[in-house]
T-cell receptor, first 113, second 111 residues
Framework: EAGVAQSPRYKIIEKRQSVAFWCNPI?????LYWYQQILGQGPKLLIQ????????DSQLPKDRFSAERLKGVDSTLKIQPAKLEDSAVYLC???????????FGPGTRLLVL | GEDVEQSLFLSVREGDSSVINCTYT??????LYWYKQEPGAGLQLLTY?????DMKQDQRLTVLLNKKDKHLSLRIADTQTGDSAIYFC???????????FGTGTKLQVIP
């Protein structure tokens, strides 16, 4: 069974530029999560989708971050414009509907200069 | 304060046992998790325990849960150099399918 796929694996941009990350969850997983992991910290939930609907985006900085999951499968997370403090690893995870066990992708490492 | 707390660092000798501890605040009856993160990788689910259990053993891994004290521990027997990684505890946060991750414990195994 294929795991959670993410791309790109690495991205370097300058502040005020835009960037987008892509995630494809495990087949059949209705719930998709985006986390931000700053160096030395645990993952922090940014947004949670159930199919193509948003369940929780309370910690998403909506002035610059946006995410969508239009067909209830893959998802895109966008930052526009990026700030220095957005430098982090962005992790995507998925789970079956009604289950809490989450399976993580390899993450995208973002460096904002 | 933090919902899930862990000590930051643990160093053990190869072959010894490692014990990583975690405390949490939310008492929702559900699962609690241990994840492992190797350098440059995502989080790998190691094991989990349902909150009505006291102990779960899975090969070299033993999870102990003290629900009264909201304390979770992970014991790794016969620790190997390949066990060197950051270990995250995840506990329920309240709400549908929500967990909070601890800050992670970096395990260093000395050959």
């Amino acid at each position: 069974e294929a795991g959670v796929a993410q791309s790109p694996r690495y991205k370097i941009i300058e502040k005020r530029q835009s960037v987008a990350f892509w995630c494809n969850p495990i087949s059949g997983h209705a719930t998709l999560y985006w986390y931000q992991q700053i160096l030395g910290q645990g993952p922090k939930l940014l947004i949670q989708f159930q199919n193509n609907g948003v369940v929780d985006d309370s910690q998403l900085p909506k002035d610059r971050f946006s995410a969508e999951r239009l067909k209830g499968v893959d998802s895109t997370l966008k930052i526009q414009p990026a700030k220095l403090e957005d430098s982090a690893v962005y992790l995507c995870a998925s789970s079956f509907k009604g289950a809490e066990t989450q399976y993580f992708g390899p993450g995208t490492r973002l460096l904002v200069l | 304060g933090e919902d899930v707390e862990q000590s930051l660092f643990l160093s053990v000798r190869e072959g010894d046992s490692s014990v990583i501890n975690c405390t949490y605040t939310d008492s929702s009856s559900t699962y609690l998790y241990w994840y492992k993160q190797e350098p440059g990788a995502g989080l790998q689910l190691l094991t989990y325990i349902f909150s009505n259990m006291d102990m779960k053993q899975d090969q070299r891994l033993t999870v102990l849960l003290n629900k009264k004290d909201k304390h979770l521990s992970l014991r790794i027997a016969d620790t190997q150099t390949g066990d060197s990684a950051i270990y995250f505890c995840a506990a329920p946060r309240g709400g549908y399918q929500k967990v909070t991750f601890g800050t992670g414990t970096k395990l260093q195994v000395i050959p």
